[in-house]
């Protein structure tokens, strides 16, 4: 029988969010989990979603893609997950492509079509209001509602010593918080020796901080132009913080890591910050790079003569079955305390959540039902 629902919708592009009652969601297809959210992160994909991807002649949609809760109800053939497991959702794939095959399901061929999505890759809706489709497929997963229809294959079952208390917390950890441990432990990978930079301390470089710190990287230096994220930065084990508006902040990380650093991390997605990573490391140094503007840039002539790498990232390179629980254990081991990310909203105050994260008051907004 489908089920009325309740969910933050998305009429127009660059719009408000409006909570509606008295959707309906469909049953479980094959494959198909039905999850109860109890919490959801907000992410900036969700902002871009609602200013960029969210076009006019759209039907209204549910966004948001960091949701946790617990199995109401299963298609046929799920096996994975049975009615009562808590679960999170992360990012969804096509599964059958050459890079899903191969198990890079964060490169999977189809990642933009299956996750920029409204509908199912069918086409068909999974609910719908007053008898209008709404959108609810984004990232698979559309966790601004009460429920959703979710692919078996993109949950990812809470392990059990997790205690209920902390089960807002998951959520993120399916889109920035492991995009940003990614990078640092499944793509850039530096050790002891080595130096990282982080531009951008906000919940995926933060992510990243942690991640740096856990790997005992011997310096870590965090770039910003907020005083209050440097703080939280020293505070969760930056070795120095620059201020993103000193002139000099390529001689700074030069001096601090003797001639160049190692590997660099960008999360700002500004140009002029991007270039400036590069200048700042050494021969045959990284960057890594995961936040995106449009028509951003970069001279590659400095990359090519100091024999330097430079990487897109999605989703850190994370398979998120393995990975999640792998950082929930760095967690439970106290090496990567992501509760001093997040900040809790009750979720009809998504519109607050998304005020406090435009203006940086908040590094991780959590909406808890
Ligand atoms: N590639 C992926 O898979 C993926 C996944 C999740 C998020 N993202 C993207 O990652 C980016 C970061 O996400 P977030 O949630 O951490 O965002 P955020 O806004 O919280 O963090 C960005 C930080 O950059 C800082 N910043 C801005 N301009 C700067 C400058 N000139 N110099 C130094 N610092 C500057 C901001 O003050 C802020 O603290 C976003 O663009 C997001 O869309 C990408
Ligand atoms: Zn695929
Ligand atoms: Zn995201």
Not at 173 to 178: M, V
Not at 270 to 297: E, F, H, K, N, Q
Request: a negative charge; one cysteine or more; proline letters at 6%.
């Amino acid at each position: 029988m489908p089920i009325q629902i309740s969910a933050h919708v998305l009429r127009e592009p660059r719009g408000t969010f409006e909570l509606v009652g008295g959707i309906e969601l469909a049953d479980p297809r094959p494959g198909e989990v039905l999850v109860r959210y109890t919490s959801t992160g907000l992410c900036h994909t969700d902002l871009f979603a609602r200013d960029v991807f969210h076009q006019p002649d759209f039907p209204p949609a549910i966004y948001g893609h960091e949701g946790t809760g617990v199995v109401e109800a299963v298609g046929a053939g799920v096996s994975d997950v049975a009615e009562g497991d808590r679960v999170m959702a992360s990012f969804t794939s096509c599964g059958q492509c050459r890079t899903c095959l191969t198990g890079r399901p964060f490169n999977c061929e189809h990642f933009n079509d299956v996750n920029f999505a409204l509908a199912r890759p069918d086409g068909s809706y999974k609910a719908s209001l007053e008898g209008q489709p709404v959108g609810s497929s984004f990232f698979g997963q559309s966790s601004f509602g009460s429920h959703a229809l979710v692919a078996e294959r993109d949950l990812v079952k809470v392990p059990e010593w997790v205690a209920a208390e902390d089960e807002h917390l998951l959520g993120p950890l399916g889109c920035g918080i492991q995009t940003g441990a990614g990078a640092i432990l499944n793509v850039l990978r530096p050790g002891p020796v080595d130096s990282i930079v982080i531009a951008g301390t906000g919940a995926v470089g933060l992510s990243a901080l942690m991640a740096a710190v856990a790997s005992g990287i011997g310096t870590i230096i965090a770039v910003d132009i907020v005083e209050e994220r440097l703080k939280l930065a020293r505070e969760l084990g930056a070795t120095h913080t620059i201020d993103g508006n000193d002139e000099d902040q390529v001689e700074q990380i030069r001096d601090l890591t003797h001639g160049g650093a190692s590997h660099a991390f960008d999360t700002t997605g500004v140009a002029p910050v991007l270039s400036r990573l590069v200048d700042a490391l050494g021969w045959g140094g990284r960057l890594g790079i995961v936040g995106a503007a449009p028509g951003m840039t970069l001279d590659l002539l400095p990359v090519m003569q100091l024999g330097r790498q430079v990487q897109g990232i999605v989703e850190g390179n994370s398979v998120p079955r393995v990975f999640i629980p792998q950082l929930l254990e760095l967690r439970r081991n106290g090496r990567f305390p992501l509760e001093k990310l997040a900040r809790t909203y009750p979720f009809t105050d998504l519109e607050a959540a998304i005020g406090d994260t435009t203006s940086g008051a908040a590094v991780k907004a959590v909406l808890v039902h």
